[in-house]
């Protein structure tokens, strides 16, 4: 089950899912653009359904759920694949900015997780989750997309934990975490709801992003992943590679300067004595 299906990442990961002989259900919310995913599958020998779902919404997901195990009985794979992205500084976002992100990034993610999971834990066999986050998740990012960074460091500490807490029940956990992808998700605000309040500023426009690798890339390098029950999967464009771990290596750095600093306030003979909490 792959939600945020009906395009970009998620429709290359059905179509990748497919491909190696699983049945899939493509969800969205847009149903339509699921149906159509799911019948272009089936046309080529797929068993594959279109399911229109709101990931913000309990009630919604709840009935994706059902819907999976109604048509296929189970779910041996949960791709918590729906994301959205806006721009803007910290202090110029509106709260209602920050609640629509989170709405889908995070609470999407733990909506099919309680909808999924009571089930696949009293499965047996194979069984595994991937939760995508991103490599803003890991970038001390100064381009105006703190909001969404966050929500990403979100779903890589909720992954991380996850991982922990299902390996006794031999459920794998990976994290997907994609660089510039050849998706629409700068258009994210076509369905953005009323209520979340005033469509933030687009100033990169709403076109697919350029200069990016294309999706099917990533669902190639995140089901390879899956396979190996990994951990952390990047999808990077070759020519940001370097600078990508450059900014990581500057974190880790930052983590190094600050622990020196803790260091020398202690007393003599105090840093060994303790744990690290």
């Known amino acids: 089950m792959v939600t945020g299906a009906a395009s970009g990442i998620g429709a290359a990961l059905v179509a990748e899912l497919?491909?190696?002989g699983m049945a899939v259900v493509v969800a969205d919310i847009d149903e339509a653009g699921a149906q159509r995913v799911a019948e272009e599958l089936r046309s080529h020998g797929a068993r594959a359904?279109?399911?229109?779902?709101?990931?913000?919404?309990?009630?919604?997901?709840?009935?994706?759920?059902?819907?999976?195990?109604?048509e296929f009985g189970s779910v041996e794979l949960l791709c918590n694949n729906a994301g959205v992205l806006l721009f803007g500084a910290v202090a110029d976002s509106s709260i209602g900015d920050w609640r629509w992100l989170s709405s889908v990034n995070v609470e999407g993610t733990l909506n099919c997780l309680h909808a999924f999971l009571p089930a696949m834990r009293r499965a047996s066999g194979w069984r595994h989750v991937m939760n995508t986050s991103s490599a803003h998740a890991f970038l001390p990012d100064t381009s105006h997309t703190a909001l969404?960074?966050?929500?990403?460091?979100?779903?890589?500490g909720l992954s991380f934990g996850l991982r922990a807490e299902l390996t006794p029940d031999g459920i794998?956990?990976?994290t997907l975490c994609p660089g510039q992808v050849a998706t629409r998700i700068l258009d994210s605000q076509r369905s953005r709801p009323e209520v979340f309040g005033q469509h933030a500023a687009e100033p990169f426009g709403t076109g697919v992003i350029p200069l990016a690798i294309e999706p099917d890339e990533v669902a190639?390098?995140?089901?390879?992943?899956?396979a190996r029950q990994d951990e952390l999967v990047f999808a990077l464009p070759d020519f940001g590679l370097d600078q990508f771990r450059s900014q990581v290596?500057?974190?880790g750095q930052m983590a190094d300067d600050a622990l020196a600093v803790h260091a020398a306030r202690l007393p003599q003979g105090e840093e060994s004595a303790g744990s690290v909490n």
Do not use: F, N, W
């Open 220 to 226: 190639r390098a995140a089901v390879d992943g899956i």
């Open 249 to 251: 290596e500057q974190m």
């Open 172 to 174: 794998g956990v990976t």
């Open 49 to 70: 359904i279109g399911v229109g779902v709101d990931v913000s919404d309990p009630e919604s997901v709840a009935a994706l759920a059902v819907a999976s195990y109604a």
């Open 18 to 20: 497919a491909s190696r």
């Open 148 to 156: 969404y960074s966050a929500t990403k460091h979100a779903i890589l």
